[in-house]
């Protein structure tokens, strides 16, 4: 019988005769094997796909490096300074939002800090000893 710790001792698992705890242990067996396979086959997969990118780019003159560099610093730029204002645009929405919460809290905490405040203190308050 297989043992297995649990909360610091240890206890024997039964084995079930019950059909239906048989057949979900064995579905979830194929799962894991399912699995296995899977990943095995993306692994092969993203193997032969990075042999064919170090294959495709040796291939590769310096010209065409030279160019698709050239390229990739023409066309960031470009893309950067769109997604810069997107995000400050953004971030001034959140910082504004934040601010306007705050506001509220600020508010409130006027309006009914007093009382809460008096409450709080004497639920703090620690009798003097002599």
């Known amino acids: 019988m297989p043992l297995r710790k649990e909360t610091g001792m240890i206890k ?15 579905r979830t067996r ?17 193997i032969e796909k990075e042999r064919l990118r170090v294959e495709r780019e040796s291939n590769r003159s310096h010209s065409q490096a030279w160019n ?3 390229g990739m610093w023409a066309f960031a730029p470009n893309r950067t300074e769109k997604e810069l204002k997107y995000y400050r645009r953004e971030k001034s929405e959140r910082y504004a939002d934040y601010y306007t ?9 006027k309006k009914h800090g007093k009382k809460s405040t008096r409450r709080a203190k004497a639920r703090r308050q620690i009798p003097k000893r002599e």
């Open 12 to 26: 024997k698992i039964k084995r079930s005769n019950n059909p239906q705890i048989l057949e979900a242990q064995k």
């Open 30 to 46: 194929d799962h894991i094997q399912d699995y296995k396979k899977m990943l095995a086959g993306y692994t092969l997969w993203n």
């Open 68 to 70: 698709d560099y050239l």
């Open 101 to 109: 919460r705050l506001k509220r809290f600020e508010d409130w905490r």
